[in-house]
Structure formats: C-alpha cells, structure tokens
C-alpha cells in the first residue's frame, strides 16, 4: 500500500553570491535544504528527549535500583 506524501513549499532569501556558486557548482539547492531541515528537525526531536529523560531521572531518582531493575523485570514477563 503506498502512503501519499504531502510536500510544501518553503523558502528563503540568500546572498545573490552564494546563488552564483550554488549554480556555479551545479549544486540542487531542494535536497541540500530536505536535508539539513531533517536534521535540525532531527537534533531538536533529540534534545526535547534527553531534557525529559533527565527530569523523569530527577523525579525517579529516589528508587532503589534493585526495585527499578525488579520492576522493569515484571514489565518484561507481561
């Protein structure tokens, strides 16, 4: 089953310079931005997880880790 993709269109203004080099260089201007907006997209997703596992590890901090290590056990046999 194929899953449609949506696309729109963004833009921005550069310096008329590096437009020159960029078609100087015959480099396609839409994979360079796909890419580097995934990964900023990406290493944004990846710093709002890191900042919530260090405040669950606040708030959990206080459990033993035999208890932790019991309970992850319990989780597993279900």
């Excluded at 269109?9 to 580097?36: F, N, Q």
């Excluded at 669950?56 to 992850?72: G, M, N, Q, T």
């Amino acid at each position: 089953m194929w899953t449609a993709v949506s696309y729109v269109t963004v833009s921005a203004k550069i310096p008329r310079r590096v437009k020159e080099l960029l078609d100087r260089y015959g480099i396609k201007v839409g994979p360079v931005i796909r890419r580097a907006l995934e990964e900023e997209v990406k290493r944004r997703i990846i710093e709002e997880v890191e900042e919530e596992a260090r405040e669950l590890s606040v708030k959990v901090s206080h459990i033993p880790d035999d208890e932790v290590a019991r309970l992850i056990r319990e989780d597993r046999e279900r």
